[in-house]
């Protein structure tokens, strides 16, 4: 069965803090694995996208990992701010039959930066 | 939340009242979707719809209906056979189905009284 699990489910830290959010997954065949961010109340925004062949991504602050062979990816917010207090989403894309593909969402981590 | 509104923000309806949202984009996006969240449960899919005039079921498509005979346009109809109705509904479109990033709606949170 495609699943995706995220851990913490929730962390608190203090603003400036570094912290590392996990997402595994047993999804085959495997496409590519997003990280969103959402804000209470509203839709979620990508974050950083990543194939097969890559193993680190960047986008500002935060820096997306995966490793296909243990199907594992992080996601590293550096410098935490109070506007990074959100839930963060893994989403992984499973190769389907012709030209389809089907998203599995994680339940998310909610994240609470504090002053 | 891009070039796709949703609207309205907040609704409610009373038990046994059919009820559309609203969801249009002008990102030129020829893949619309419909998700449910509901707390502690990840997104799930209502319906989708590749092309216009074309649409298809998701995983969770009962009590619900949609139309899309507009590229830009893709409203979701909540029909009273949908049990539990009362969610935060989100509309996403993207370049290609599930292929291509998705782009968010701020969403609609339909309450049933």
């Known amino acids: 069965k495609n699943q995706v699990e995220q851990s913490p489910q929730s962390l608190i830290i203090l603003e400036g803090k570094n912290c590392t959010l996990q997402?595994?997954?047993?999804?085959?065949?495997?496409?590519?694995l997003r990280w969103y961010k959402q804000d209470t109340g509203r839709g979620p925004v990508s974050l950083t996208i990543?194939?097969?062949s890559e193993n680190t991504k960047s986008n500002g602050r935060y820096t997306a990992t995966l490793d296909a062979d243990t199907k594992q990816s992080s996601l590293h917010i550096t410098a935490s701010q109070l506007s990074d207090s959100a839930s963060y989403i893994c989403v992984v894309s499973a190769l389907g039959a012709g030209n389809n593909r089907k998203l599995i969402w994680g339940l998310g981590t909610s994240l609470a930066v504090n002053p | 939340d891009g070039g796709i509104t949703q609207s309205p923000k907040y609704l409610f309806r009373k038990e046994g009242q059919n009820v559309t949202l609203s969801c249009e984009q002008n990102?030129?996006?020829?893949?619309m979707y419909w998700y449910r969240q509901d707390p502690g449960q990840g997104l799930r899919l209502i319906y989708y719809?590749?092309?216009?005039?074309?649409?298809q079921k998701g995983d969770i498509a009962e009590g619900y209906s949609v139309s899309r005979e507009k590229k830009e346009s893709f409203p979701l109809t909540v029909t009273s056979a949908q049990k539990n109705p009362t969610a935060f509904y989100l509309c996403?479109?993207?370049?290609?189905?599930?292929?291509?990033?998705?782009?968010f709606g701020p969403g609609t949170r339909l309450t049933v009284l």
């Open positions: 990543m194939t097969f």
């Open positions: 990102l030129n996006h020829d893949a």
């Open positions: 997402c595994n997954y047993t999804v085959s065949p495997f496409s590519n």
């Open positions: 719809s590749q092309i216009v005039n074309d649409f």
């Open positions: 996403a479109s993207s370049r290609g189905l599930a292929r291509n990033e998705q782009f």
